[in-house]
T-cell receptor, first 114, second 114 residues
């Protein structure tokens, strides 16, 4: 079965640089979520989109922005990177209206800021 | 708002012994509850979920959990631990609305000793 695809899997950036993370949801899924997991921490919700519209917003820094495109893939744009942005970034997808709000997670993008 | 507390950041058991990972939740509305497992450098895999109906839910790999509303608990158990169960386990809660964010506990690292 098709799963959530994230690219790149690993990314190394310098401070103050920008980064773009991509997420391709499971086919027919219409909702995408982004989570950030710092070292040794639990995943924290950043933002979600449904049908290309922002549906919920969590603890996402103003330096970050995201969008969902017409093919339902999503991109997380991160600017003025800081050392503290080093983390594992997960994308998850679900089908709105599905019975149990089950979110399927991608393998994550590991961002390292030097 | 919802929150999750996992008691014990590290749990160590012997192979073949009972596994018990504790999770308590707080939610102002009826919750959906989930257990996810994360192996090193990998994404989050759903073990099991509680939505409505039967309070004892069975998941993959022999795990099960019981929803106890009076105790606001959703503890994860497995009768006999296997070496391959060694991983990080996260309890998560969402509200009973499709498309809502997951709020995770801080995770429990399970070690299985031979």
């Amino acid at each position: 079965a098709a799963g959530v695809i994230q690219s790149p899997r690993h990314l190394i950036k310098e401070k103050r640089e920008t980064a773009t993370l991509k997420c391709y949801p499971i086919p027919r899924h219409d909702t995408v979520y982004w989570y950030q997991q710092g070292p040794g921490q639990d995943p924290q919700f950043l933002i979600s989109f449904y049908e290309k519209m922002q549906s919920d917003k969590g603890s996402i820094p103003d330096r970050f922005s995201a969008q969902q495109f017409s093919d339902y893939h999503s991109e997380l744009n991160m600017s003025s990177l800081e050392l503290g942005d080093s983390a594992l970034y997960f994308c998850a997808s679900s089908l709105l209206g599905s019975q149990h709000n089950e979110q399927f997670f991608g393998p994550g993008t590991r961002l390292t800021v030097l | 708002a919802q929150s999750v507390t996992q008691l014990g950041s590290h749990v160590s058991v012997s192979e073949g012994a009972l596994v018990l990972l504790r999770c308590n939740y707080s939610s102002s509305v009826p919750p959906y509850l989930f257990w996810y497992v994360q192996y090193p450098n990998q994404g989050l895999q759903l073990l099991l979920k509680y939505t409505t109906g039967a309070t004892l839910v069975k998941g993959i790999n022999g795990f099960e959990a019981e929803f106890k509303k009076s105790e606001t608990s959703f503890h994860l158990t497995k009768p006999s631990a296997h070496m391959s169960d060694a991983a990080e386990y996260f309890c998560a809660v969402s509200v009973t609305t499709s498309g809502s964010r997951l709020t995770f506990g801080e995770g429990t690292q399970l070690t299985v000793n031979p």
